[in-house]
T-cell receptor, first 114, second 114 residues
């Protein structure tokens, strides 16, 4: 069984400040991990994914995440927040086969304060 | 890249009627498709997994007779919400995967039952 927790349902940061969104996972098999962003009334956009290669994964819009097996974590970071980063962020986990279902975390709403 | 088209993007229907949502993989063969439901300000909940040519596997608590899923071809899966009621109003998102990997989401369908 797989599951995802995201600490903090809502995070506020000042524009230009560091963004840190936390994600911890549980998986009985080697996981693939994802971060998605969702803007209001829109679908999901893939930010980045970990697929058992490099543990530090760089994504779009300046985001990156580090896979730490010992901590079962996959936290998302961005050095400097921009107003356009305000959105809902979802961490997700999947098995390594293409038929495995993706399980989403509860999401973190990011607000950026000017 | 892999593209999944979901149609319609928005639909309003009267209570008691049925509505069909289509999910098409445009440039690849989708051996497996997944259907998710998202309540306002909530995460995505997996409803069912469908493999081409076989019956869908529903998650616990999802009514099979309420949410009919058909995956008759390698490029098309449909979700039919039967006898819709206001509590079925939600955002429905499909995703598709192929034998060579990759996991692509549709843009979602906003269903409003009045």
């Amino acid at each position: 069984a797989q599951s995802v927790t995201q600490l903090g349902s809502h995070v506020s940061v000042s524009e230009g400040a560091l963004v840190l969104l936390r994600c911890n996972y549980s998986s009985s098999v080697p996981p693939y991990l994802f971060w998605y962003v969702q803007y209001p009334n829109q679908g999901l956009q893939l930010l980045l994914k970990y697929t058992s290669a490099a543990t530090l994964v760089k994504g779009i819009n300046g985001f990156e995440a580090e896979f730490k097996k010992s901590e079962t974590s996959f936290h998302l970071t961005k050095p400097s927040a921009h107003m356009s980063d305000a959105a809902e962020y979802f961490c997700a986990v999947r098995g390594s086969t293409s038929y495995d279902k993706v399980i989403f975390g509860p999401g973190t709403s990011l607000s950026v304060i000017p | 890249g892999a593209v999944v088209s979901q149609h319609p993007s928005r639909v309003i229907c009267k209570s008691g009627t049925s509505v069909k949502i289509e999910c098409r993989s445009l440039d690849f063969q989708a051996t497996t498709m997944f259907w998710y439901r998202q309540f306002p300000k909530k995460s995505l909940m997996l409803m069912a997994t469908s493999n081409e040519g076989s019956k869908a596997t529903y998650e616990q608590g999802v009514e099979k007779d309420k949410f009919l899923i058909n995956h008759a071809s390698l490029t098309l899966s449909t979700l039919t919400v039967t006898s819709a009621h206001p509590e079925d109003s939600s955002f429905y998102i499909c995703s598709a995967t192929s034998r060579v990997g990759g996991y692509t989401f549709g843009s979602g369908t906003r269903l409003t039952v009045v």
